[in-house]
Nanobody, 120 residues
């Protein structure tokens, strides 16, 4: 099993910044992609950004140029730097990790979520 623990959410004014962290622990061997998803009230969970263990990143169009994902493999931690935040970024943000063992199907793990609220 893999445990993912997020931190760093909170309340911020429009235009402000927040940095989310997600630390992985447990059976962390073979973790490949990590990323962040978010779910706003009344909406489906959506992909925000992902990063491979080699550092290749992918972003949803709405956050390009404002959010940056990074990863410290030595600390088994992924970060999400969020700048120029907008009210529409308000959501619960979930950390995600995919584990790809040599034999078998990939397994997906989720954190418990951290609330990000952008409001004046």
């Amino acid at each position: 099993q893999v445990q993912l623990v997020e931190s760093g959410g909170g309340l911020v004014q429009p235009g402000g910044s927040l940095r989310l962290s997600c630390a992985a622990s447990g059976s962390i061997a073979y973790i490949s992609d990590m990323g962040w998803y978010r779910q706003a009230p009344g909406k489906q969970r959506e992909l925000v950004t992902t990063i491979t263990n080699g550092g290749t990143t992918n972003y949803v169009d709405s956050v390009k140029g404002r959010f940056t994902i990074s990863r410290d493999n030595a600390k088994n931690t992924v970060y999400l730097q969020m700048n120029s935040l907008k009210p529409e970024d308000t959501a619960v943000y979930y950390c995600n990790a995919v584990k790809r063992v040599p034999i078998g199907v990939p397994a997906t793990y989720w954190g418990q979520g951290t609330q990000v609220t952008v409001s004046s």
